[in-house]
């Protein structure tokens, strides 16, 4: 294709990643942690490996690190204030793991999740437009939003966008998408209050949920791009994310692989990219590192080494399959956990991938290509990412000067990649061939090329169950300005070490490869090599010798070749193609199989 331009520690574990914030691209005086950089959840965990706090107290000063700093121990007390995006995955800790304390702490925790309900002389209710949300807020006080009513309708501008945030996201992602309906009989309750977090959604227990959200979004948040200014566009996106939340607990009770921190957090950050395009509030996690970290040390662009699945940081793993496949594939993968709450989500994804003819294999493949082919520097004309010059330039943490030249001896972890920057300029013969050798199966490579006349091109490897890797391209190196490779271990549970050759190839006989894939779902692509200029004809025939189509009738270069050929219209069964020059005729089977 050418383009042009043990079961305590797991409860700590769960209470730990749920207090992990988003970091912002700002210059703002805002402190974002991840959990391991948190201090306050740094120091808990010393104390508790010490044996100064049991696992119930542990777990009660986490809680308040989350939801009640000013109850912290003084030894945990942070130096700065710090605001937290989402503590839905600390609620969603608590819902699960909760059996496991002591009375006494459970009352506790509940006392605090339940004083957002608590009301005051200054509380007041809204309904939004559409009956679904009943959002309740204050305009006194220290929770008190901001009271600015420009149209005299009684309600704060702010509860009127909130209102209209909720039922956008509701409409959006229920009714239009598919996710799992959350709403019973009375209208879902919001509630507004100055926090020191984005938002949370919570559960008490039953088999509904409600959302908190901040009172202001002020001071010191981070910026997004919505043209009504900052605070809107994190109340909306806040809201979006928050209401996916609210549909995650519906479909699945935030149990199992779908319901850990990482996926929830990248689902729900999904989400306000979909509802909500015009916030970008996203790039916060994407463009920059957490506090105490390097800048892109976490997002896939800064640290493909980095494995999926990521949370806030890989949300742009997730908006590849967005914009791949559309908006109700996550809704179909969604509907999985519905009758299987412990489901991995990546077999939930192959479930929904292959019927698609393709696999979250080579989909994981070709995400890294779009990433690889991101940022100001990279991004090509019509490749990748819709956002893709707004986004990071990737990191390439190899680079090879001349060719032909090696890596060798290098490790993946599973579900990682690494890219490799190539330079062209020193080769005129020949054309690119890339191996990647691995001690596992799993390991898949793919290389883009960038053309001197603006166009781009990229090659896969497609077999997921080899350990060696070789593309040919098609490609002279004359015609390259710069060439990328993606090395991406696709293997779920095993760390991969490979080496990578790239070499300069040329024909030394006319031949003919199988197609790949065989047997095949409506496309499958036909490669062949050619010693010397000539002139060829490819034509494809059905099994009772009817020719079907000519893919190519014309003089085609010296070197290696490949065509694509579409059967989508056609019955499943045994086609053939037949190349034909002037000294020969070869002719090769193939199955399509719908």
């Given at each position: 294709m050418r383009l042009f331009f043990a079961p305590i520690a797991k409860l700590l574990y769960f209470f730990c990643i749920g207090l992990i914030p988003f970091s912002a691209v700002s210059q703002h005086s805002l402190h974002v942690h991840t959990a391991g950089d948190?201090?306050?959840?740094?120091?808990?965990?010393?104390?508790?490996?010490?044996?100064?706090?049991?696992?119930?107290?542990?777990?009660?000063?986490?809680?308040?690190?989350?939801?009640?700093?000013?109850?912290?121990?003084?030894?945990?007390?942070?130096?700065?204030?710090?605001?937290?995006?989402?503590?839905?995955?600390?609620?969603?800790?608590?819902?699960?793991?909760?059996?496991?304390?002591?009375?006494?702490?459970?009352?506790?925790?509940?006392?605090?999740?339940?004083?957002?309900?608590?009301?005051?002389?200054?509380?007041?209710?809204?309904?939004?437009?559409?009956?679904n949300f009943?959002?309740?807020?204050?305009?006194?006080?220290?929770?008190?939003?901001?009271?600015e009513d420009s149209n005299g309708s009684g309600v704060p501008d702010y509860i009127e966008h909130a209102a209209f945030a909720a039922d956008s996201s509701y409409r959006h992602q229920i009714e239009t998408l598919g996710f799992r309906d959350f709403l019973q009989e009375e209208p879902y309750e919001i509630y507004f209050r100055n926090i020191n977090s984005y938002g949370r959604t919570t559960s008490l227990g039953g088999t509904t949920t409600f959302i908190t959200v901040h009172s202001t979004f002020q001071p010191n948040f981070p910026p997004n791009t919505h043209p009504e200014g900052d605070v809107i566009g994190a109340l909306y996106a806040t809201i979006s994310h928050e209401i996916k939340h609210a549909s995650q607990f519906a479909t699945n009770r935030w149990q199992g692989d779908s319901g850990s921190f990482n996926w929830i957090e990248m689902d729900a950050t999904l989400m306000e990219d979909v509802v909500f395009p015009n916030v970008n509030d996203y790039y916060n996690y994407i463009k920059s590192g957490f506090e105490g970290s390097n800048p892109n040390n976490r997002s896939i662009f800064g640290n493909p080494q980095n494995a999926t699945p990521g949370a806030y940081w890989h949300v742009s793993w997730m908006i590849y399959f967005y914009e791949q496949f559309g908006g109700e594939f996550f809704a179909d993968v969604w509907r999985e956990f519905i009758e299987d709450r412990q489901l991995p989500m990546f077999d939930a994804m192959q479930r929904q991938l292959l019927p698609l003819d393709t696999s979250i294999e080579r989909e994981h493949l070709k995400n890294h290509m779009w990433h690889m082919a991101s940022g100001p520097e990279k991004a090509p004309a019509d490749f990748g990412f819709r956002d893709r010059i707004n986004y990071p330039n990737s990191s390439f943490s190899q680079s090879l000067a001349f060719t032909p030249d090696s890596l060798s001896s290098l490790f993946l972890q599973p579900m990682a990649a690494t890219y490799v920057d190539v330079q062209p300029s020193n080769v005129n013969l020949g054309q690119p061939a890339i191996r990647v050798q691995s001690d596992v199966p799993g390991v898949l490579v793919g290389v883009l090329g960038y053309f001197r006349d603006g166009s781009t091109d990229f090659q896969l490897s497609s077999n997921p169950n080899t350990v060696s890797q070789i593309i040919q391209t098609t490609w002279s190196w004359s015609s390259l300005v710069d060439m990328s490779i993606a090395i991406v271990n696709t293997n779920r549970e095993e760390r991969a070490e490979y080496n990578l050759v790239v070499t300069s190839v040329l024909p030394e006989e006319d031949s003919i490869s199988q197609n790949y894939p065989n047997p095949f779902n409506?496309?499958?692509?036909?490669?062949?090599?050619?010693?010397?200029?000539?002139n060829v004809r490819v034509d494809v025939h059905d099994s009772a010798g009817r020719k079907i189509q000519t893919l190519v009738n014309e003089p085609l270069n010296q070197g290696f070749h490949s065509i694509q050929f579409n059967g989508s219209g056609l019955a499943s069964g045994v086609y053939f193609y037949r190349i034909i020059t002037d000294q020969n005729v070869t002719t090769r089977k193939m199955v399509l199989l719908k």
């Amino acid at each position: 294709m050418r383009l042009f331009f043990a079961p305590i520690a797991k409860l700590l574990y769960f209470f730990c990643i749920g207090l992990i914030p988003f970091s912002a691209v700002s210059q703002h005086s805002l402190h974002v942690h991840t959990a391991g950089d948190h201090p306050s959840i740094r120091a808990i965990d010393t104390a508790f490996h010490n044996g100064e706090l049991s696992v119930d107290e542990a777990i009660l000063q986490k809680v308040y690190a989350g939801l009640k700093p000013e109850r912290l121990d003084a030894r945990f007390m942070p130096e700065d204030d710090i605001i937290i995006k989402c503590l839905t995955p600390l609620m969603a800790a608590y819902s699960n793991q909760k059996e496991k304390l002591a009375p006494s702490t459970i009352h506790e925790i509940n006392s605090i999740l339940t004083e957002v309900q608590a009301t005051s002389q200054q509380t007041q209710q809204h309904l939004s437009p559409s009956g679904n949300f009943l959002l309740i807020y204050d305009t006194e006080g220290v929770h008190a939003v901001p009271t600015e009513d420009s149209n005299g309708s009684g309600v704060p501008d702010y509860i009127e966008h909130a209102a209209f945030a909720a039922d956008s996201s509701y409409r959006h992602q229920i009714e239009t998408l598919g996710f799992r309906d959350f709403l019973q009989e009375e209208p879902y309750e919001i509630y507004f209050r100055n926090i020191n977090s984005y938002g949370r959604t919570t559960s008490l227990g039953g088999t509904t949920t409600f959302i908190t959200v901040h009172s202001t979004f002020q001071p010191n948040f981070p910026p997004n791009t919505h043209p009504e200014g900052d605070v809107i566009g994190a109340l909306y996106a806040t809201i979006s994310h928050e209401i996916k939340h609210a549909s995650q607990f519906a479909t699945n009770r935030w149990q199992g692989d779908s319901g850990s921190f990482n996926w929830i957090e990248m689902d729900a950050t999904l989400m306000e990219d979909v509802v909500f395009p015009n916030v970008n509030d996203y790039y916060n996690y994407i463009k920059s590192g957490f506090e105490g970290s390097n800048p892109n040390n976490r997002s896939i662009f800064g640290n493909p080494q980095n494995a999926t699945p990521g949370a806030y940081w890989h949300v742009s793993w997730m908006i590849y399959f967005y914009e791949q496949f559309g908006g109700e594939f996550f809704a179909d993968v969604w509907r999985e956990f519905i009758e299987d709450r412990q489901l991995p989500m990546f077999d939930a994804m192959q479930r929904q991938l292959l019927p698609l003819d393709t696999s979250i294999e080579r989909e994981h493949l070709k995400n890294h290509m779009w990433h690889m082919a991101s940022g100001p520097e990279k991004a090509p004309a019509d490749f990748g990412f819709r956002d893709r010059i707004n986004y990071p330039n990737s990191s390439f943490s190899q680079s090879l000067a001349f060719t032909p030249d090696s890596l060798s001896s290098l490790f993946l972890q599973p579900m990682a990649a690494t890219y490799v920057d190539v330079q062209p300029s020193n080769v005129n013969l020949g054309q690119p061939a890339i191996r990647v050798q691995s001690d596992v199966p799993g390991v898949l490579v793919g290389v883009l090329g960038y053309f001197r006349d603006g166009s781009t091109d990229f090659q896969l490897s497609s077999n997921p169950n080899t350990v060696s890797q070789i593309i040919q391209t098609t490609w002279s190196w004359s015609s390259l300005v710069d060439m990328s490779i993606a090395i991406v271990n696709t293997n779920r549970e095993e760390r991969a070490e490979y080496n990578l050759v790239v070499t300069s190839v040329l024909p030394e006989e006319d031949s003919i490869s199988q197609n790949y894939p065989n047997p095949f779902n409506s496309s499958t692509n036909i490669t062949f090599s050619l010693t010397e200029n000539k002139n060829v004809r490819v034509d494809v025939h059905d099994s009772a010798g009817r020719k079907i189509q000519t893919l190519v009738n014309e003089p085609l270069n010296q070197g290696f070749h490949s065509i694509q050929f579409n059967g989508s219209g056609l019955a499943s069964g045994v086609y053939f193609y037949r190349i034909i020059t002037d000294q020969n005729v070869t002719t090769r089977k193939m199955v399509l199989l719908k």
